[in-house]
């Protein structure tokens, strides 16, 4: 049965009128439920994660400013969230529900993340609504606990995994892979291990062809035996922040093929959302649900 992280603290309560769609989260387990894809037995509810694993991949100034409130208001202007003791609990919720689905992986091919893909937050600070790292803390708590060698993050957000790439950058047993919007935040690109740029517009023949081309042969050359998925749905041609032109099938048929190389290859899967920003709230769940429907109809 496909396992899935959600909490109702997912969905934090924002000003009224806030450019998230912080609504996304509980409309995609109302409707995953709706239409019988999963039933109450499929989600979990995480705990707090433990600091010792925060700190596996934040830095100690950092964290404690998290969980006293004291982080710089610039810096909370660049995560785009009012600093609110909710707030903090939730990122401690949604990067426990990523550890756990690691050993749920482990034990049934894939599990997956109801929020997270939060591949913005850096070692030391956040931005552009990620605060702590949930793939960065649990690829590191693979590590640490010798339950992997080498870890794949295949990051297809639109936006860079500009984060991500900073946090294992000295770090040879991630290998960090992003497919993102060459014209698109940030504007100041990190190095991932591997970067690919996409032009505005880009349709879905070229995106996929692009990705049937990569990570077959990324996977043949880094021999991943685990593989975290942020699977970002801000690629829709109706995404207001993505510049991609990528239709809601194009997308489907890119889970599939994530899905597919994992299971070809035997390796265990995360999988946490990552962005979607579309006008229409209907266009950013029915992409997400789409992944879970692909992961359940696959592995199960």
């Known amino acids: 049965m496909l396992q899935i992280a959600f909490s109702p603290v997912y969905r934090l309560r924002l000003p009224e009128g806030h450019r998230f769609p912080m609504l996304k989260y509980e409309l995609i387990h109302e409707q995953l439920l709706y239409e019988g894809t999963c039933t109450e037995a499929n989600f979990f509810g995480p705990e707090p994660v433990d600091d010792r694993w925060a700190l596996g991949v934040h830095t100690p100034e950092y964290v404690q400013a998290l969980k006293t409130g004291t982080v710089d208001p610039k810096m909370m202007r660049r995560i785009g969230f009012p600093l609110t003791p909710d707030l903090i609990d939730r990122e401690w919720i949604i990067t426990q529900g990523t550890i756990d689905c690691t050993q749920l992986a482990k034990r049934d091919g894939v599990a997956m993340n109801i929020a997270g893909g939060t591949h913005h937050a850096f070692p030391d600070r956040g931005e552009g609504f990620c605060m702590l790292n949930d793939v960065g803390v649990a690829a590191n708590y693979l590590l640490e606990t010798k339950q992997v060698k080498k870890i ?14 900073v946090m294992f950058q000295a770090e040879p047993r991630v290998y960090t892979f992003s497919m993102h919007g060459a014209d698109n ?47 970002g749905v801000d690629i829709l041609a ?9 239709s809601r099938e194009g997308c489907r048929q890119r889970d599939v093929f994530v899905f597919e ?20 709230l209907t266009d950013i769940v029915e992409a997400h649900c789409n992944t879970f429907r692909v992961a359940a109809n696959l592995f199960f």
Do not use: C, W
């Not at 794949?152 to 790439?165: E, P």
């Not at 109706?238 to 990528?246: N, T």
């Open 238 to 246: 109706s995404d207001r922040l993505g510049k991609l032109s990528v």
């Open 185 to 231: 935040y940030p504007l100041r690109k990190e190095i991932s291990d591997l970067d690919i740029e996409l032009p505005t517009g880009t349709t879905d023949e070229f995106y996929l062809n692009t990705l049937y081309d990569t990570l077959p042969r990324l996977i043949s050359q880094q021999q991943p035996d685990f593989l975290f998925y942020v699977s």
């Open 152 to 165: 794949l993050v295949v990051d297809l957000d639109v936006h860079q995994g500009n984060g991500t790439a």
């Open 261 to 280: 190389q994992a299971i070809q290859n035997n390796l265990p899967i995360v999988v946490s959302m990552g962005g979607g920003y579309s006008p229409r």
